[in-house]
């Protein structure tokens, strides 16, 4: 095997190495996934413009060397030397020895370089963390990143394989897949409720929009707002719903309209303490204190619910109770100042 060595032009340059393309194997394990013919070709007249202005990284591997980064030069390079013969048989390269895992090396060029989609820097970061047992900061370090850089491609990753086990029911349309996989990481981490809270059919249909009309994210955002909403007020007639039976209170035959409905004489009729991790009564006067969540949809669903659970009974009208609710607080509360 030949190797030139060859001195740097510049004395700020590393030394490298002219290689023969044929004693280089590509990386099977490289994180970029697609390689197109067309990116390959207008790579390759580039380099035959101006020169290759990075040379690729590789490192030995038995009788030959292995591209720790630089598949796509390598490539380019290829394609020159069957078009055009032995002017482009060797490529410049920087040979490494290191006992560092070798991803470490290739995901931070190439996450600098900007050459990954969002979905393979995501699979790049799992894969690292998990055959280096590095931690998040560490690697992060490692890659001159932050942990959360770190973070949010790990939550990228698992929320992408999420949304894909949640629709895997359906017959995904054409380049759907990799088109998810583009998303920016801003329009991917809100996705995150739609695992949980969302059905199939409607999961797969938003995904779809997403990606057929590329949805801003203020669109995304604005959707599952409303979606959010919707269930909240599903769950609150629901409740209604329920309530048209209730459990019927002792020494309570004859129940008048106009009757306050008073916590504590259920507390003491069911004979069970009420459990709150804080004061009910402190809580409905600072949401109350708040012109933004003033006895609103959730919170009446949050007391309501805290309510049946915790005390077994159910109301006959649901809206005869709220009004009752807010004249305790108005006639009982006093405002507490915040901060």
Request: overall charge negative; hydrophobic content about 35%.
């Amino acid at each position: 095997m030949m190797i030139d060595q060859v001195k740097p032009g510049i004395t700020t340059h590393p030394i490298f190495y002219e290689m023969d393309i044929q004693d280089i194997r590509h990386n099977e394990k490289s994180y970029r996934k697609e390689y197109p013919p067309e990116d390959i070709e207008d790579l390759a007249k580039s380099i035959q413009t101006i020169g290759l202005l990075h040379p690729i990284l590789i490192k030995k591997s038995g009788d030959k060397y292995l591209v720790i980064s630089g598949e796509r030069r390598l490539y380019a390079y290829e394609w020159l030397y069957h078009k055009y013969g032995e002017e482009y048989r060797k490529i410049p390269s920087r040979i490494i020895e290191s006992d560092r895992d070798m991803g470490i090396y290739a995901l931070s060029e190439n996450i600098h370089r900007y050459d990954l989609t969002p979905l393979e820097e995501a699979g790049a970061v799992y894969d690292l963390l998990k055959n280096t047992r590095l931690t998040y900061e560490q690697l992060g370090h490692h890659l001159g990143k932050s942990e959360s850089y770190v973070e949010n491609r790990m939550r990228y990753f698992r929320i992408f394989h999420g949304l894909l086990s949640r629709i895997k029911m359906f017959k995904v349309k054409g380049d759907f897949i990799k088109r998810l996989g583009k998303l920016p990481i801003s329009k991917m981490l809100p996705l995150k409720t739609l695992i949980s809270h969302w059905g199939e059919k409607e999961t797969y249909d938003f995904l779809m929009e997403i990606t057929d009309h590329d949805l801003s994210l203020k669109t995304i955002k604005d959707t599952l707002q409303i979606h959010y909403e919707q269930q909240l007020n599903r769950r609150i007639l629901h409740l209604a719903e329920e309530d048209q039976n209730p459990i019927e209170l002792e020494n309570d035959e004859s129940f008048d309209d106009s009757q306050e409905i008073i916590i504590d004489q259920f507390i003491e009729k069911r004979k069970k303490p009420l459990i709150i991790k804080e004061n009910p009564i402190e809580t409905i006067r600072r949401t109350k204190d708040h012109p933004d969540s003033n006895w609103s949809n959730e919170f009446w669903l949050k007391l309501i619910e805290l309510i049946r659970d915790s005390l077994q009974i159910r109301f006959r009208r649901i809206l005869d109770f709220q009004k009752a609710f807010e004249h305790l607080v108005d006639r009982y509360g006093e405002p507490i100042q915040l901060g």
